[in-house]
C-alpha cells in the first residue's frame, strides 16, 4: 500500500490541473483536455456583496442588504499545451438570492445571470530543492458583470489575477503554499467611476492522503483588500477577509474525481459559509 501511495504522490510532480481546485492529484499528465465543474453554494448575513473566482473579495455599496444567498455554477477547462504550460478557460453563472432591509419590512430580489469569462494560463516552474514544485498562474476577465447599487453592465479586460504557488509532495501529505493579486481597473456603473478594491492573498492548502481514491482537504486564505472609491472618494475602507476550509476528495477512476469542500468564514466582512461540489473529468 505504501509503494501505491507514494506512486500517486511521486505522478503529481508533472500535473497542470488548475490551482482553483489544489487537489489534483488524479490527473497523471497534462496532455489534452481537463474540466473541472463546480457548484458554491454561499451564505453571508451581511451587508457585502460577494465574487468568489478567481478569488474571494467583496463590498458594501449601500443598497441596505441584510442577507446574501448565491448558487454559483463554475465551468473550468485545462489544454495541456506542453509539458509546463496550460490554458485556462472559466466561465460563471450565479443565481442570486439578496434581502435587503425595507422601510416596513425586508424584501428578496432573486437574479439568475452570467457572471464572468476568465481566460489564462498556468506555467510549471523546475522543481527546487528536489521536493518543491513551483507554477504562475495568470488569468483575466475578458467578460464580466458588475453590479452596483442595482445596476449592471459588462466589462472586459477590467480584472487581472497574478498567484504563484509552491507545492510539496510528502507521503502521504500534498501541500501547498500560495500568494495571488488581484488588480481592478476603474470602470463606470450608473455613470459613476468606480474602482473595486485590489486584493493580496496568502493562502495553505493541505492535503493527506488516506488511500489511493481518498484523501482529506484542508485549507486557510487570509486576503487583503484595498479601499473601494466612488467618484475618487472612499466608498469602503480596506479590510481582511479570512476563512477555514475542509473537504474531501475521492477518485472514482483515472478520469473522474469527486470533491467537497466547506468554507468558514473567520472575518466580518467574509462569507458566514461556502460549500463547494466539483467534478474532475479528463477527456
Known amino acids: 500500500m505504501k509503494k501505491i501511495i507514494l506512486a500517486t504522490l511521486t505522478s503529481t510532480y508533472f500535473l497542470c490541473a488548475s490551482d482553483v481546485i489544489t487537489i489534483d492529484s488524479i490527473f497523471k499528465k497534462n496532455n489534452g483536455i ?3 465543474t463546480s457548484l458554491d453554494i454561499l451564505t453571508a448575513n451581511n ?17 441596505n442588504v441584510t442577507e446574501t444567498r448565491q448558487t454559483i455554477l463554475n465551468q473550468t477547462f485545462l489544454y495541456g499545451y ?17 434581502t435587503y432591509a425595507g422601510q416596513t419590512s425586508n424584501y428578496s430580489k432573486t437574479t439568475n445571470s452570467f ?3 476568465w481566460l489564462g494560463l498556468n506555467y510549471d516552474l523546475d522543481t527546487i530543492a528536489g521536493q518543491f514544485k513551483p507554477k504562475f498562474t495568470f488569468q483575466t476577465a475578458v467578460a464580466q458583470n458588475n453590479t452596483y447599487q442595482e445596476k449592471k453592465e459588462q466589462f472586459n479586460f477590467k480584472s487581472y489575477n497574478l498567484k504563484y504557488a509552491l507545492k510539496n509532495y510528502s507521503d502521504p501529505l500534498v ?17 459613476k467611476d468606480i474602482e473595486f478594491a485590489d486584493s493580496y492573498t496568502l493562502g495553505l492548502d493541505l492535503s493527506l492522503i488516506l488511500n489511493p481514491k481518498v484523501s482529506l482537504n484542508f485549507g486557510f486564505e487570509e486576503t487583503y483588500q484595498t479601499k473601494m472609491k466612488e467618484d475618487s472618494q472612499t466608498a469602503n475602507d480596506s479590510t481582511i477577509l479570512s476563512n477555514l476550509g475542509f473537504g474531501v476528495t475521492y477518485s472514482l477512476n483515472e478520469s473522474n474525481a469527486f470533491t467537497f469542500n466547506s468554507k468558514i468564514g473567520t472575518s466580518a466582512n467574509a462569507p458566514d459559509s461556502t460549500m463547494s461540489f466539483s467534478l474532475w473529468h479528463k477527456f
Not at 47 to 63: A, E, K, N, Q
Not at 82 to 98: H, P
Open 175 to 191: 501541500s501547498t503554499v500560495f500568494v495571488s493579486t488581484t488588480q481592478n481597473l476603474k470602470r463606470k456603473i450608473n455613470d
Open 82 to 98: 506542453s509539458s509546463k504550460i496550460d490554458f485556462i478557460f472559466s466561465g460563471s453563472y450565479v443565481m442570486d438570492r439578496t
Open 115 to 117: 457572471d464572468s469569462i
Open 34 to 36: 481537463r474540466s473541472i
Open 47 to 63: 451587508t457585502r456583496t460577494f465574487d468568489t473566482y478567481p478569488t474571494m473579495s467583496s463590498f458594501d455599496d449601500g443598497s
